[in-house]
């Protein structure tokens, strides 16, 4: 079995650096936003008198430290030693957790202030309040879009729980806007809205709490991302099968390990065809840092040999991609016994176009390892496409399927 393994760090180093100041720059920026909203909600709760609000100016306040934190842990994934190989990633994923307690703690205040703080709301401020609220919600929202848009486009995890986080404050927001609404009216809604708060905290803390935790105890990439490399994989007809296929996140990169068999001969084109899976991994799947792919020569049992005959059945055919039928025949290595036997119709003889390269593919989706004809492929497409899945093509000495059975069985 023989190893081969990619490694991205010198294409990150030069398109990463880009990404990683884009995120530096959004977390301080977020840093920033949730100051400004902290200012405004505690300033509207001591005028008008609002627990809800006061309550929520602990959740931005939560939201402040929490960015920080983002911002710092951002600055250590770059980093890379000895002792971590792999690199720091998984600290964003560590910041993320560390967010969704943030926000478990802010949940926790909102409650306590609900239920041990006596305060009256003051209705001379109330409009006032509703408008800062207003302007509030206006600020998160856009913010909270832009930010999860860059977290997806870049693959941060700590940006998206980060713009998750902050997205909780909209909605909050206006459930407070309700309960300052019903205050205006005499409606004593401000500790109902303040609970209610409590419930969008802790959802979206849960969320961020649960993804982080799969990613650091190493859990299965998601089904759509491990599908995609199953695809890139199969895709290729020298591929005989998988043996296993694990991947896993670190941080927003992510690792990959595959363990196939190749239908192959030489050692040099086993490398050449792990090169272009690996390829084409990355280029169907982002983010991926670290790909290592283990493969060996698949050891068969049986070959299967494919024969064009004529429209008597008996015949060789001439014409490759004309031939009418397709002679299979499945032959045991070790004594050279026909196992199987069976004459199927050409599905592409009446084919306009391209129906040499079609016949081909149709061959090696029935897992051919050999074809017999009359006339050499070499220099043909038909020939170039065997020959690239490693399939052995053979000029017959004879015209008829009987003597080439002989031959075959001998």
């Not at 190893?3 to 398109?15: A, D, Q, T, V, Y």
């Not at 306040?61 to 934190?69: E, G, L, M, Y």
């Not at 591929?239 to 030489?266: M, P």
Request: glycine residues 6%; hydrophobic residues 45%.
């Amino acid at each position: 079995m023989q190893p081969f393994e990619i490694r991205r760090s010198n294409l990150w180093s030069l398109l990463g650096i880009t990404l990683m100041e884009q995120s530096e720059k959004m977390a301080l920026l977020s840093v920033g936003v949730n100051l400004l909203l902290v200012v405004i909600k505690y300033t509207l709760a001591v005028l008008a008198g609002s627990v809800a609000l006061l309550a929520d100016a602990i959740h931005s306040f939560s939201d402040v430290i929490s960015s920080a934190t983002v911002l710092a842990g951002i600055k250590i994934s770059k980093r890379k030693s000895k002792n971590f190989p792999y690199g720091l990633y998984k600290v964003e994923n560590l910041v993320s957790l560390v967010s969704a307690l943030f926000i478990f703690f802010a949940g926790y205040e909102i409650v306590h202030t609900v239920l041990f703080r006596e305060q009256s709301l003051r209705t001379e401020y109330l409009p006032y309040a509703m408008v800062g609220v207003i302007i509030a919600m206006v600020i998160t929202f856009f913010f909270s879009r832009y930010e999860l848009r860059l977290g997806r486009k870049i693959g941060s995890p700590s940006l998206i729980a980060d713009a998750q986080h902050i997205r909780t404050d909209m909605l909050s927001s206006g459930v407070i806007l309700c309960g300052l609404v019903g205050g205006f009216f005499g409606w004593p809604l401000d500790r109902v809205a303040a609970l209610v708060v409590v419930v969008f905290v802790f959802r979206a803390g849960f969320n961020i709490f649960l993804d982080a935790v799969r990613v650091l105890l190493d859990a299965s990439l998601d089904f759509e991302s491990m599908d995609k490399v199953k695809t890139a994989i199969l895709t290729h007809p020298q591929v005989t099968s998988i043996h296993s296929l694990r991947g896993r996140n670190s941080g927003r990169f992510k690792f990959i390990e595959a363990d196939i068999g190749l239908r192959v001969r030489e050692l040099e084109r086993a490398h050449h065809i792990s090169q272009q899976i690996e390829a084409e991994i990355v280029e169907m799947v982002p983010n991926v840092d670290h790909i290592l792919i283990h493969y060996e020569p698949e050891k068969k049992e049986t070959t299967v040999c494919a024969v064009p005959l004529q429209k008597d059945k008996i015949s060789l055919s001439e014409h490759f991609g004309e031939a009418p039928y397709f002679y299979f025949v499945t032959i045991r290595e070790r004594d050279r016994f026909i196992i199987e036997e069976r004459t199927l119709a050409n599905p592409f003889k009446d084919e306009e176009k391209g129906k040499g390269l079609k016949v081909s593919n149709w061959l090696l989706q029935e897992g051919v390892d050999a074809v017999y004809t009359s006339r050499s492929l070499e220099g043909k497409g038909p020939g170039y496409a065997l020959s690239d899945a490693d399939v052995e093509t053979v000029i017959s000495e004879t015209d008829q399927l009987a003597d080439l059975l002989k031959e075959l069985h001998g």
